[in-house]
Protein backbone atom coordinates (compact mmCIF):
# COMPACT_ATOMS: atom_id res chain seq x y z
CA UNK A 1 0.00 0.00 0.00
CA UNK A 2 1.43 3.49 -1.14
CA UNK A 3 1.54 6.32 1.21
CA UNK A 4 0.19 9.70 1.32
CA UNK A 5 2.22 12.98 1.13
CA UNK A 6 1.14 15.89 2.68
CA UNK A 7 3.05 19.19 2.28
CA UNK A 8 2.10 22.21 4.49
CA UNK A 9 1.97 26.18 3.21
CA UNK A 10 5.20 25.23 0.66
CA UNK A 11 4.76 28.62 -0.79
CA UNK A 12 6.43 31.65 -1.62
CA UNK A 13 6.36 34.06 0.87
CA UNK A 14 7.61 31.06 3.36
CA UNK A 15 9.89 29.27 0.91
CA UNK A 16 11.77 32.02 -1.08
CA UNK A 17 14.52 34.25 0.41
CA UNK A 18 12.76 37.44 -1.35
CA UNK A 19 9.40 36.01 0.58
CA UNK A 20 7.78 38.59 2.95
CA UNK A 21 7.41 35.88 5.95
CA UNK A 22 10.62 33.90 4.84
CA UNK A 23 11.34 30.43 6.86
CA UNK A 24 15.31 30.09 7.27
CA UNK A 25 16.21 27.14 5.77
CA UNK A 26 12.79 26.43 4.26
CA UNK A 27 14.39 26.64 0.00
CA UNK A 28 16.44 23.56 1.17
CA UNK A 29 13.44 21.82 2.87
CA UNK A 30 11.58 22.36 -0.58
CA UNK A 31 14.73 20.96 -2.24
CA UNK A 32 14.34 17.58 -0.58
CA UNK A 33 10.65 17.27 -0.73
CA UNK A 34 10.64 17.71 -4.24
CA UNK A 35 13.80 14.54 -3.72
CA UNK A 36 11.73 12.80 -2.02
CA UNK A 37 9.05 12.69 -4.44
CA UNK A 38 11.56 11.92 -7.43
CA UNK A 39 12.69 8.74 -5.34
CA UNK A 40 9.31 7.57 -3.87
CA UNK A 41 7.50 8.34 -7.64
CA UNK A 42 5.69 5.33 -7.23
CA UNK A 43 4.76 4.89 -3.77
CA UNK A 44 2.71 8.01 -3.34
CA UNK A 45 -0.64 7.42 -3.93
CA UNK A 46 -1.57 10.74 -3.67
CA UNK A 47 -0.24 14.42 -3.15
CA UNK A 48 -2.40 16.98 -0.70
CA UNK A 49 -0.60 20.84 -0.70
CA UNK A 50 -2.12 23.13 2.10
CA UNK A 51 -1.96 26.63 1.35
CA UNK A 52 -2.47 29.81 3.05
CA UNK A 53 -4.71 32.13 1.10
CA UNK A 54 -5.08 35.74 2.80
CA UNK A 55 -6.43 38.18 2.12
CA UNK A 56 -4.47 41.73 2.97
CA UNK A 57 -6.92 43.21 5.50
CA UNK A 58 -6.34 40.19 8.38
CA UNK A 59 -6.96 40.15 11.51
CA UNK A 60 -2.96 38.81 12.04
CA UNK A 61 -1.92 41.72 9.82
CA UNK A 62 -0.65 45.43 11.02
CA UNK A 63 -3.68 46.89 8.70
CA UNK A 64 -6.58 45.19 10.93
CA UNK A 65 -5.24 47.02 14.47
CA UNK A 66 -4.25 50.63 16.13
CA UNK A 67 -2.90 51.61 19.04
CA UNK A 68 -3.50 53.81 21.52
CA UNK A 69 -1.91 56.63 19.76
CA UNK A 70 -4.25 55.34 16.14
CA UNK A 71 -0.88 53.73 14.62
CA UNK A 72 -0.81 50.33 12.88
CA UNK A 73 1.57 47.96 15.39
CA UNK A 74 4.43 46.55 14.25
CA UNK A 75 5.45 43.28 12.80
CA UNK A 76 5.85 40.18 15.64
CA UNK A 77 3.72 42.63 18.21
CA UNK A 78 1.71 40.00 19.89
CA UNK A 79 -1.95 41.17 21.04
CA UNK A 80 -3.45 40.03 24.39
CA UNK A 81 -7.18 40.58 25.82
CA UNK A 82 -5.48 42.27 28.47
CA UNK A 83 -3.93 44.40 25.47
CA UNK A 84 -7.26 44.66 24.32
CA UNK A 85 -9.51 45.82 27.65
CA UNK A 86 -6.51 48.33 28.44
CA UNK A 87 -7.53 49.80 24.82
CA UNK A 88 -3.50 49.05 24.40
CA UNK A 89 -4.78 47.72 20.60
CA UNK A 90 -8.26 48.43 18.85
CA UNK A 91 -9.45 46.78 15.63
CA UNK A 92 -8.99 49.93 13.60
CA UNK A 93 -12.50 49.34 12.25
CA UNK A 94 -14.44 50.45 15.89
CA UNK A 95 -17.84 47.76 14.77
CA UNK A 96 -15.55 44.84 15.40
CA UNK A 97 -14.96 45.75 18.79
CA UNK A 98 -16.78 42.99 20.01
CA UNK A 99 -16.25 40.14 17.74
CA UNK A 100 -12.32 40.28 18.33
CA UNK A 101 -12.94 40.62 22.38
CA UNK A 102 -14.80 37.21 21.54
CA UNK A 103 -11.71 36.13 19.00
CA UNK A 104 -9.31 36.82 21.60
CA UNK A 105 -10.67 35.02 24.40
CA UNK A 106 -11.83 32.22 22.70
CA UNK A 107 -7.93 32.10 21.44
CA UNK A 108 -6.51 31.94 25.23
CA UNK A 109 -9.61 29.75 26.38
CA UNK A 110 -8.88 27.52 23.60
CA UNK A 111 -5.25 27.45 24.44
CA UNK A 112 -3.84 28.14 20.97
CA UNK A 113 -1.59 30.93 20.20
CA UNK A 114 -1.24 34.17 21.38
CA UNK A 115 -2.38 36.63 17.91
CA UNK A 116 0.66 37.60 16.43
CA UNK A 117 0.94 40.20 14.44
CA UNK A 118 2.55 38.69 11.08
CA UNK A 119 3.99 40.60 7.46
CA UNK A 120 1.24 40.36 4.86
CA UNK A 121 1.69 37.38 3.50
CA UNK A 122 0.17 34.66 1.14
CA UNK A 123 -2.13 37.51 -0.04
CA UNK A 124 -4.78 36.20 -2.85
CA UNK A 125 -3.78 36.86 -6.16
CA UNK A 126 0.18 37.33 -5.60
CA UNK A 127 3.25 35.37 -6.14
CA UNK A 128 3.83 35.06 -2.48
CA UNK A 129 0.97 32.90 -2.42
CA UNK A 130 2.07 30.38 -5.13
CA UNK A 131 3.93 27.09 -4.54
CA UNK A 132 7.62 26.69 -4.65
CA UNK A 133 8.83 26.52 -8.39
CA UNK A 134 11.16 23.38 -7.45
CA UNK A 135 8.75 21.87 -5.47
CA UNK A 136 5.88 22.06 -8.33
CA UNK A 137 7.72 21.07 -10.66
CA UNK A 138 8.56 17.52 -8.88
CA UNK A 139 4.56 17.61 -8.30
CA UNK A 140 4.04 18.03 -12.29
CA UNK A 141 6.73 15.42 -12.66
CA UNK A 142 4.52 12.98 -10.13
CA UNK A 143 1.49 13.77 -11.85
CA UNK A 144 2.96 12.58 -15.02
CA UNK A 145 4.46 9.60 -14.33
CA UNK A 146 0.58 8.27 -14.24
CA UNK A 147 -1.32 10.30 -16.08
CA UNK A 148 -4.79 10.79 -14.13
CA UNK A 149 -3.40 11.68 -10.68
CA UNK A 150 -4.50 15.10 -9.71
CA UNK A 151 -2.74 16.92 -6.84
CA UNK A 152 -4.99 17.93 -3.99
CA UNK A 153 -4.66 21.93 -3.09
CA UNK A 154 -5.99 22.70 0.13
CA UNK A 155 -6.73 25.99 0.65
CA UNK A 156 -6.80 28.13 4.05
CA UNK A 157 -6.77 31.66 5.70
CA UNK A 158 -9.32 33.29 3.52
CA UNK A 159 -11.40 34.48 6.66
CA UNK A 160 -10.46 37.67 7.81
CA UNK A 161 -11.62 37.24 11.16
CA UNK A 162 -9.27 34.13 12.35
CA UNK A 163 -5.50 33.04 11.75
CA UNK A 164 -5.76 29.31 10.47
CA UNK A 165 -2.69 27.82 11.25
CA UNK A 166 -3.48 24.22 11.11
CA UNK A 167 -4.64 22.60 7.59
CA UNK A 168 -7.70 20.93 9.41
CA UNK A 169 -9.63 23.90 11.29
CA UNK A 170 -9.14 27.48 11.67
CA UNK A 171 -7.80 28.38 15.33
CA UNK A 172 -10.98 29.87 16.21
CA UNK A 173 -13.74 28.55 13.82
CA UNK A 174 -16.17 30.86 12.41
CA UNK A 175 -20.15 28.97 12.70
CA UNK A 176 -21.16 31.39 9.45
CA UNK A 177 -17.89 30.11 7.23
CA UNK A 178 -17.87 26.26 6.66
CA UNK A 179 -13.74 27.28 5.24
CA UNK A 180 -12.96 27.38 9.06
CA UNK A 181 -14.38 24.54 10.25
CA UNK A 182 -12.77 20.99 10.64
CA UNK A 183 -11.97 19.55 7.36
CA UNK A 184 -13.87 16.53 7.37
CA UNK A 185 -13.50 16.20 3.45
CA UNK A 186 -9.12 16.02 3.93
CA UNK A 187 -9.69 14.15 7.03
CA UNK A 188 -10.98 11.37 5.24
CA UNK A 189 -8.62 11.38 2.12
CA UNK A 190 -5.58 10.75 4.88
CA UNK A 191 -7.64 8.37 7.03
CA UNK A 192 -7.05 4.83 5.37
CA UNK A 193 -3.14 5.00 4.21
CA UNK A 194 0.15 6.06 5.91
CA UNK A 195 0.57 9.95 6.17
CA UNK A 196 4.01 11.30 5.40
CA UNK A 197 4.43 15.02 6.36
CA UNK A 198 6.71 17.32 5.54
CA UNK A 199 6.61 21.43 4.78
CA UNK A 200 6.45 25.02 6.70
CA UNK A 201 6.37 25.62 9.41
CA UNK A 202 7.24 22.83 12.18
CA UNK A 203 6.49 25.46 15.05
CA UNK A 204 3.01 26.78 13.67
CA UNK A 205 1.11 25.14 10.81
CA UNK A 206 2.68 21.67 10.77
CA UNK A 207 2.17 21.12 14.56
CA UNK A 208 -0.96 22.63 14.82
CA UNK A 209 -1.73 20.36 11.38
CA UNK A 210 -0.56 16.86 13.27
CA UNK A 211 -2.30 17.57 16.77
CA UNK A 212 -5.64 18.43 14.54
CA UNK A 213 -5.01 15.16 12.54
CA UNK A 214 -4.54 12.92 16.06
CA UNK A 215 -7.75 13.94 17.22
CA UNK A 216 -8.88 11.38 14.27
CA UNK A 217 -6.06 9.64 12.99
CA UNK A 218 -3.53 7.74 15.34
CA UNK A 219 0.00 9.57 15.59
CA UNK A 220 1.34 5.87 15.38
CA UNK A 221 0.03 6.71 11.14
CA UNK A 222 1.98 9.54 10.84
CA UNK A 223 5.57 10.31 9.73
CA UNK A 224 7.15 13.29 9.71
CA UNK A 225 10.43 13.84 7.95
CA UNK A 226 12.33 15.97 9.78
CA UNK A 227 14.48 17.46 6.94
CA UNK A 228 11.63 18.85 5.19
CA UNK A 229 10.61 21.48 7.54
CA UNK A 230 11.64 24.42 9.69
CA UNK A 231 10.55 26.23 12.95
CA UNK A 232 9.93 30.22 12.43
CA UNK A 233 12.71 31.91 13.28
CA UNK A 234 12.46 33.02 17.49
CA UNK A 235 10.27 29.72 17.90
CA UNK A 236 12.18 26.58 18.23
CA UNK A 237 11.38 25.83 21.62
CA UNK A 238 7.36 25.27 20.01
CA UNK A 239 8.77 23.03 17.24
CA UNK A 240 11.41 20.58 19.79
CA UNK A 241 8.61 20.63 22.12
CA UNK A 242 6.11 19.30 19.99
CA UNK A 243 8.31 16.82 18.43
CA UNK A 244 9.09 15.18 22.01
CA UNK A 245 5.30 15.08 22.50
CA UNK A 246 4.04 13.68 19.93
CA UNK A 247 6.81 10.72 19.29
CA UNK A 248 5.60 10.20 22.99
CA UNK A 249 2.52 9.84 21.23
CA UNK A 250 3.61 7.51 18.63
CA UNK A 251 4.60 9.74 15.67
CA UNK A 252 7.28 8.48 13.56
CA UNK A 253 10.06 10.97 12.16
CA UNK A 254 12.82 10.47 9.49
CA UNK A 255 14.59 11.87 7.45
CA UNK A 256 13.31 11.96 3.59
CA UNK A 257 16.76 9.77 2.65
CA UNK A 258 16.14 7.61 5.80
CA UNK A 259 12.25 7.18 4.64
CA UNK A 260 11.40 3.41 4.31
CA UNK A 261 8.02 1.91 3.45
Same mark, same amino acid.
Given at each position: ? /?????? *?? $? ?7 ? /? ?79 ? *? ?26 ? /? ?67 ? *? ?19 ? $? ?14 ? /? ?27
Amino acid at each position: M /GIELLI *VD $PQNDFCSSS /GSMYIKNAEQDCQRISQFIYKHIDDIDSIHITMDMHPYYHIAHPIFWKDANGNQPAVNTLITHADYVSGKYRPADSTLDKR *VEDYLINLETRGRYVLTIWPPHCLLATP /GACVEEQLLKAVRTWEQHKPGRITDFVTKASNPMTEHYSAIQAEVPDPADPSTRINFNLIDKLKNKDIV *VAGEALSHCISHTIRDLCVYI $PASRITLLTDCTSNVE /GFDDIGNHFLIEYKNKGMKTATSTEFTL
